[in-house]
């Protein structure tokens, strides 16, 4: 188990007196973050990857185009590009269809990882990559960092740098990731510095309970889908806190219960315009990244579609 210096008192010390300064409550997240135990599939020696981490080809024919870029505007080539540093620092991977058409505005689906993490130790867990191309989504990975709030603004950064050299729509920016990677996500979404850069996300055991939220005013309405394990004994119940922390925020209709889903996922009903707020709960562990990679990926498609009504 990784615990932020000074007994978990890094990024949250530095969440509230951000918080303080404009007003807001006090924030006093715990932040204690597992280091997420990584499947070994693909070290028995096989020369096959992971399941899930092939790129594929996208059906672009049958794709609705929601915006172009000009040919030869942006160089990068197709599948798998690895050993990328940004401007700031972050070493990452980029996973874009194995047919890749460079004029077409691609969904952007940042994946960040958990504490102690690289790129392609992420890419192996969470195994979004060949849906995600199948799906026309360009991909990225980001290898972990200590997270404090100028990591955060940061990282918010990086998806303008892909989208200098991959033909991305900005409208259609996604952020998922597991424990560090969740909390990074949704930090992505309340923090004032980065708020509005991106356009819905799905977080994995995130390290927010409702106090910490509570310390945030609520952001516009984003499509929102928590993800969390029953069996979480580090941050326990606190998917299902964030989970109501946004539908409130989204203007949902907190009085009704949550609708279930063919997924075993709760939605939430009466969600203002571009508000879909979701909660899974599965029966795993802090350590349990959850096989949810098509239920996320239709998400965020539908995410996408909420945006362009």
């Not at 990452?92 to 689906?109: C, F, I, Q, S």
């Amino acid at each position: 188990m990784i615990v932020w210096p000074g007994g978990g008192t890094g990024l949250a010390a530095n969440l509230a007196r951000r918080a303080s300064a404009t007003g807001e409550a006090k924030l006093r997240m715990r932040v204690v973050i597992a280091l997420v135990v990584a499947s070994c599939s693909g070290c028995s020696g096989s020369s096959e990857p992971p399941e899930g981490t092939s790129v594929v080809s996208f059906d672009y024919a049958h794709a609705v185009r929601r915006g172009s870029c000009s040919p030869g505007s942006k160089p990068a080539g197709p599948g798998a590009t690895d050993g990328l540093t940004s401007r700031d620092g972050f070493h990452y991977n980029v996973r874009a269809p194995a047919n890749l058409d460079p004029t077409y505005a691609h969904p952007l689906l940042v994946v960040y990882a958990p504490a102690g993490y690289d790129a392609k130790q992420s890419e192996s867990l969470t195994r979004l990559t060949t849906e995600a191309t199948r799906s026309g989504f360009v991909v990225v990975y980001v290898g972990s960092r200590p997270l404090s709030v100028k990591t955060i603004e940061k990282l918010a950064q990086l998806p303008k740098e892909v989208a200098a050299v991959w033909c991305v729509d900005p409208n259609r920016v996604y952020a998922t990731g597991h424990s560090d990677g969740g909390t990074v996500s949704i930090a992505l979404a309340v923090l004032e510095e980065t708020t509005g850069t991106v356009s819905a996300i799905a977080p994995s055991a995130a390290g927010f309970s409702r106090k910490d939220l509570e310390a945030f005013r609520c952001p516009k309405p984003i499509p929102v889908m928590v993800m969390h394990g029953k069996q979480d004994t580090h941050f326990p119940g606190w998917g299902k806190e964030a989970a109501l922390w946004w539908a409130r925020c989204n203007a949902c209709d907190i009085a009704k219960p949550p609708a279930p889903q063919a997924s075993g996922c709760l939605a939430f009903e009466g969600c203002a315009p571009n508000g879909m707020t979701v909660y899974c709960e599965g029966g795993g562990s802090h350590n349990d990244w959850p096989p949810m990679q098509n239920q996320i990926l239709r998400f965020f498609g539908s995410a996408g579609s909420q945006e362009t009504r």
